[in-house]
Each structure stands twice: as C-alpha cells, then as structure tokens.
C-alpha cells in the first residue's frame, strides 16, 4: 500500500516516489489517491500555473485503454449471460478484480472530473474539461453495464452481487463527502449520486473548518478512507499498469505547484500535506490495530 507503508515518510511524498518509478498500482491506492487530490483540489484549482499539456494526453491515453479492457471484459459477461456452462475465464476469482476496479476507480474519474470543471471554469479556459469528461462518459456506460449485468443475475451471481453492491455503496458515500472540498468551485450536483447528502457534507465541512485547524479534518477523513477500502477488494490489481499512468497523469497536474526539477519542496501548502500524512500514520495504525482485537 504505497500510501502507508512507507513508515514515516508521509504518503504524499511516497506516491510521487513509486509513481515515478513506476510501481504499479492497486485499484485501493486509486481510491486513496481520489481523497488525497480532492481534500488539495481548492490549490490546484485555484492555482496560477499552467497543467502541462502532457499531462492531460497521459491520462486520455491510458483511460482509454483501461476503458477498453473494460468493455472487453463487459462484453464477454453479457454474451454468457444465455449460456448453461460459462468458460472458466470468466469464473468469479477472474472477473472480481475488474468489476471492483470499475466501481472503486470511478471515485477517482468522478472527482477528477469535478476538478477539471472546476480548474477549467476559473481559468476561463477549455483546457482539462474535453478530456475528463469525455472518460468520465466512458465509465459511467461501464458502470451502467456492470449494474444492469448485476440485477441480471445470470453472469453474476447473486452473492456476488450483493458484493459488488456494498462496493458501489461505499464509493457513492465517499464521492459525495469528498465532493464538499470544492463545493464552492462548481455546483457539485453535476458529480453527486445523492445531492442532499453531498450539500450536507459541503455544510458539515464548512462548520468544522471554523472550528478545527484543516488539516485535522484532512487526516481523520485521508485515515478513514485508507480503513474502509484496506479490506474487502481482491489482491490483484488488472489493469495496476495502467492504473500507475492515470494516477501519475494526475499527480503530474500539481508538480508545478509542489516541487522543482530536483525534487525539492517549494511550496507552503505541501508542508501542510506533510504534516497531515504523518499524523494520519498514526491514526491509522490505531485504526488496523483496533480492527484486528
């Protein structure tokens, strides 16, 4: 888990290190990355410097392969819908890992999305929106696909179904909390699945910022997230090659903002993050811990 393993160094600093190395990435470090770009979205999309142009190319590319794979996949499972003896190849333990990828990664497409809008919109410019929406269309007809497969029940059976669905459950609620951290940017209607509970979060969080320092608020809600999603997915990651792409493609968007070519950090609000990870280490090696008793 690069957002947690690497003992002190704070998560931050340890997904831009394995993203450069290009380690790959499991569809929970996309979720993990989804709330740590949102609760720092208000700086980049607030930010004065441009997004190199690249970036935005990186992340069409590798979302539309990732999206292919899907629809490949998708499109195996409905055509044995009718079949008595589907082929092992699409046997639970083979096809679990993609659809929980479709489900889980849409936190990160939805919220990135939101962002480009949002980034776009103050900038007065057509920059990211194009490309973010554009695969932002795509998984959303994978998530109508895997849903209507779902209710079903012949390509995928009912346990697994219900699985499936605590997964989608659990992401929603995560999407509209996370949503609050830019609600002043965008009308985050056009990105929730439940309005009223994303304005009441958007609320929640504008209370507890009067109240509390951010970055408190920052490392219950990044060490909460890394609990709900330590459990429950499966062990392999399909598609984590091109997962490592779009996940560095939108990490890549705040470089500028973060570090200069030595890797030196310049900027005061990313000694922020620092202090939020490394207290969030903390928090949740209590939570594992107490998880485990």
């Known amino acids: 888990m690069f957002f947690w393993q690497a003992g002190r160094l704070p998560y931050f600093f340890y997904a831009l290190r394995l993203i450069s190395a290009g380690f790959d990435m499991h569809t929970r470090e996309l979720a993990e990355l989804a709330a740590l770009v949102a609760v720092h979205a208000p700086f980049l999309i607030e930010g004065r410097g441009g997004i190199p142009p690249e ?34 190849v699409l046997a639970w333990p083979r096809v679990r890992p993609v659809l929980e990828e479709i489900l889980a990664s849409e936190l990160l497409t939805r919220l990135w999305t939101a962002i480009a809008v949002a980034y776009d919109a103050l900038a007065g ?22 849903l209507a497969l779902i209710a079903d029940g012949r390509a995928i059976a009912l346990p697994e179904g219900v699985q ?9 609620r995560w999407n509209d909390m996370l949503l609050a951290h830019f609600s002043r940017h965008i009308d985050i209607s056009r990105f929730a699945f439940e309005i009223d509970r994303a304005r009441d979060f958007a609320d929640d969080l504008d209370h507890e910022s009067a109240h509390v320092e951010q970055h408190f608020t920052c490392q219950l809600i990044l060490a909460s997230l890394r609990a709900s999603f330590a459990y429950g997915l499966a062990d392999q990651s399909p598609n984590a090659d091109l997962n490592q792409r779009i996940g560095n493609a939108v990490l890549s968007t705040f470089r500028e903002e973060i570090a200069d070519s030595t890797g030196l950090v310049r900027s005061a ?5 620092s202090r939020t990870a490394t207290d969030a280490e903390t928090m949740i090696e209590e939570l594992v811990r107490l998880d485990r008793n």
């Open 164 to 172: 499936l669905n605590h997964l989608r459950r659990r992401c929603e």
């Open 125 to 146: 410019s057509d920059e990211l929106t194009p490309v973010a929406h554009s695969i932002f269309t795509g998984h959303l007809d994978a998530r109508a696909r895997l």
């Open 269 to 273: 609000w990313l000694e922020r993050i």
């Open 55 to 88: 970036c935005n190319q990186e992340y069409w590319v590798a979302s539309k392969c990732r999206l292919d794979r899907w629809g490949r996949l998708l499109r195996k499972l409905q055509a044995a819908a009718g079949e008595v003896r589907p082929s092992p």
